[in-house]
Every structure is written in C-alpha cells, then in structure tokens.
C-alpha cells in the first residue's frame, strides 16, 4: 500500500545554516547526475535548479524535504522532491488558507524526472514533537506552555530566533491543555472545512502532517494523498492510501483487499476522523485504540501492513471508544471536549459531525467556560438533574407566581369590595370564585402544555438514544427560547378574561355592583395578571435557557443565524418584562390614592403586603434575569459564530 509522506522534525542537520533568517551567499556543489528513479543522490549543500538545498526536514517512501533557499527570490522556503506524478501540486493550488501549507508553484526536471514543489516554509517542527513530549510529561504537568517549549526546542536547535511579543504565544501560555487541544483543533477543523468546501480530501491527517509556527499556529500540510474533484482527471483511487493508526473505518474498508468499500465512498467526515484520532492522541499522549501494532511509545508513523493486523484495527473502529481509554482523559477535561472527540470518532459517519464547520464551533463551544458549562455540565450537576424534570419545574415556575396572585386577589376583593354588597352576593362570590378559577387554571394549564408538548418528549427521547431531523429539532430550540412570551400571553388573555367575566357574572347572578367597584375588580385582575405574568416568564425562561436549549445543541449543531437572533430577541424582551415586574408596587402605590373605603386601614395592610411582596419578587426577578443575561450571551457566542481565522 502507498504511504503518504509525512514532513518530519528537523534531524541532526546543521542549525547555524537558518540562523537569522536568509543565509550569506556560500558555494554550493553541483548536484551529480542520479539515477533516474532514485531520490538518495539529493542531498542538503546541493543546487537543485534554483534552489540551493541546505538542511533536509524530512523524508519518506517517495520524497524529500528540504529547507533551501531560492536563488531568484532571495528567501527560504520549503523544498518538496519527489518523482512521483500525483495531482499534490494542483489540489494545494486551489487552498489560500491561513491553516494550510500555502504551496509557491512547482518545476518539473524532466531530464533528472523529478518534480520540485516548493512552499511556505513553517519553522515550528510538528505536532508529532508535541506529541514525543507530552508522553514525556506527566498528566498533572501539561499546559499550554508544553506547546510553546516543543516549539521553542525546534526554533533552538536551528538557531531561530522565538518571537519576543506575541499574543497568540501569551494566549496559548495561559491555557490548560484540554483548552490547547481544543485551540488547535479548532483551527485544524476550519482548514479541512475550506479544504472540504474546495471538493479536497486530505486522506492522510496525523501529527507529522500538521506543521507548527513559531506562535503555535497549526498548519496542515502534505497533500501527497489527498484528492480533488476539481482537479481534472484526478481520481479518488489514485494513490490512495494514508496512515492505518489515524484511519476512521471506511477508509480502513477501502484498504482492506477482502472488503468492497472504495476511496471514492470517503468524503469530509472520514478526514474529521482522522482529526479526532490526533487530537485524542494530543490530549492523552496514547490513541484511542489499542491496536496490535501500537505498543506503549510507538512512533504514530510505524503503521502494520498484514491482512490481519488490518481486520483488528477495522474490528476495533467499528465500536466505541472503549472505556479505558475514556479514562485515560485529563481530569481537567471538559465534559464538552469529551463529548465533541467522541462525535469525531463514532463509528457510523453519519453519528459523526457532517462538516469541519460544525467541528470548528464545537471547539469554539469548548473553549467558552460558560457556554461550555451550559450545553455540557458535569453529569451530577444541580443543572443536569435539573434538565431531566421540564415538567414539574415548569409547572412550579408558572403555577407559584399565579396561585399566589389568584389568592391574594380573592382576598383583596373580597375584603374590600364583596364583603360590603348584599349577604346574597357575598355567598355566591365563593361559588364564582371557584369554577372561574378552576376553569381559567384548566384551561391555562392545557394550552401551556400544547406549547410544551415538543419540550416534554423530545429531550427525553435524545437522552434514550432516539433520532430527529434538523427541522423537529430547530422546532424545539424555537419552543425552549419562546416559551417565557406564550406563557406570558396565556397568563394574560385569562387573566384580563376572568377580570372582566367575575364582575359581570356576580351582576348577573343578582348582586348590584356600582360602576367603581366595576372598575376596581378590573384595575385589581390587571395589576395581578402583571404579578402573574411578569414573574412566571422570568422562572419560565431562566429553566429553559439554563437547561433545556443548550442539551440541544449538541444534537441540532449551533451555527443557526435564526437562533441567533432569537437569542438575541429575548434579552430584549427581558428587559421590557423587567419594567413590568419593576412597576408592580409602583402601581399599587399609586392605585391607593384612588380609593375610597371606610376600613381604610384594610386598604393601607393591603397594599403594604402587595407592595412588600413584589419588591422581593422584583429581586428575585433581577437576579434571574442577570443570570439569564449572561447565559443569552454565551449562548449567542456559540450559535452566532461562523468558523473564522484568528
């Protein structure tokens, strides 16, 4: 099978041939005729072409990479010589991204038959040295400054001079390194997310493909394997192979001789795949499975070639991880980093992330504490548990604030409007009072459940392994984050119902009531119905921000511009509803200068409970709505943001 080649860290070469950037004119040997099939006779002091080689980078089956200096350009860059004729040249044209390789062009010797492809040169070393020394750094000692002195060894041992001022290094020092993992995957995902949007596999992601900066920046390199459907007669079966230790299962299929799977069934996930292998590696210092031929400190490149070594790795990724390597994790590792390397590396593609956009804001979910705290808390969690009760939560949070408002109106009317009509009408007061009540609070609670009924069944039904499309999905983070207004206008409509249907049955059913105790039954429903909405909407909307939306996110995949604005729309309706919740005492205050009663000492105690009351509520409704605050935005950080360069 074809190897892809993958550019090593710098060997024993001289460092002093790339100190302080483009080196002094020093002769160079002519490069002796090779054979024509041999790339060993091309070596580091040779001119090749335009390009006098000075230290050798790398090598494999079938090229060589050296750092070299172009004589026209005066400048280094990084030489790739092979003789193979693969489309790599063509594909890496196509990618201008900021985490890709970026490739000048390339010559063809046709009478030595090789081809020079030459490119950025990238000084860093790869994230195969990361690797070596995070197996040689205890779990409790990683940091982001691992990164930073794997880099700064490779800048030392030629002689480079590390950046002095740089905030991206400063950022990536300050990191634990489950954060650092997730930075890098970041960037990796939004580069195989261009690369995938360009039609270009990359077929071959692993540690020593992916090239550091002197910053840190990871960028992904050696196309050798890749395809490109836009490269015309390029075909997804030429040279195709990869690295077996980073393969998700289709690719494996397509190797294995006994299997019909092809390289043209691979498309974006199995590169995504093969990420989450790295990355996981990266985090833990081992990879995932336990292949046979991947003892403790293996070299992550030396990759088993019998049928039956081949079968066992298929065998192993055709499961989940296993739960011993789930213990290998970092103890310091977010439960959403967990959650979005698992996603990597499920077995079905389907189960798996659809695109390296997706990727790219999960790991900007991980690196978010409080958004990441929202959509993953820790399984034993108040929140988690939380999440797991929608129904009596809710009706708490909706039927507390109500009865409290039903019976301190009843009081308050009976108190000051009905104990003073006729015996007659006092007696049926009690009687109205109790079927309006039991009809409004029916009648609420089933209109309430009919805008919960997606909220009750399909968390539920994700958390016993169920499945929903896109749309039944986006239908129920709508519900989550409109469920404050519609309880909101529920608790209204029937409360301004019953404010003007208990006076007019009370006439009717005898009573005589006098057109400003008319008016004070309807003044006293609207002042309640503003308790009753006001403060359910802020413990309505509080759950379901805090632990309803996010455990969907995983499921649905943020990066809805709708949900953004939603987000968006209901911090602004807390706002408005913060006014109603501010301005009930003040009505009550005003609304005793308007009445007229003998007990007037009934009406002071009154409106003292009212007011009393509503100002702790206010309070407790301001603390929600600064929390709830915070959450919106975090959330809105997730949702809102398209993979970009940073």
Known sequence: MRRAFGSGPAGSSPAAAVAGGAPTEEPTRAAEPPAPDSLDAVEAGQRLDDFDLLVGLGRGAFARVFLARQRSMQRLVAVKISQDSGTEPQTLAQLDHDYIVRVFDQRLLEERRLRVLYMQYVPGGTLLGVLRRVRDTPPEMRRGRLLLEAIDDVLAEKAAIRPSDSAVRAQIAQMSWPDTVAWLGRRLADALNYAGEHGVLHRDIKPANVLLTEEGVPKLADFNISFSSAVAGASPVAYFGGSLAYMSPEQLEACHPGMAGTAADLDTRSDLYALGVMLWELLTGARPFADREDPAGADPDDDPDTEDALQHMLDLRRRAVPAQAQERLPADCPAALRRVLLTCLAPDPGDRWATGAELAQQFDLCLDVHARDLVDPPPRSPRARASRWPAPILA??????????????YHHNKSLIV?????????RFDDLAQVINLIVFSLGALLILYFCRRLLTVPPGLRAGRTYDARTLARVRADSLLLGDRVVVVCGLLWLASGIAFPLLLQAAGGSLPTYDFVHFVASQAVCGAMAVAYPFF??????????????????GPGSAADGRKLRGLVRRSIRYLAVAASVPLVAVVGVTFLSHDDFDAVIVAVRVLCVGSIF????AYWLFRMLEADLRALERV??????TT
């Not at 413990?539 to 649905?556: E, I, K, N, T």
Request: glycine share 12%; with cysteine; net charge neutral.
């Open 639 to 644: 949702v809102a943001t398209a993979p970009r």
């Open 396 to 409: 708490a949070g909706i039927g507390i604030p109500n009865g409290v408002a039903a019976l301190y109106n």
């Open 617 to 620: 509520a206010f309070i407790g």
């Open 419 to 427: 104990d003073g009509l006729d015996p007659q009408v006092q007696a």
């Open 539 to 556: 413990a309505v909307a509080f759950y379901c921000v805090r632990c309803l939306y996010p455990a969907l996110l995983p499921h649905g």
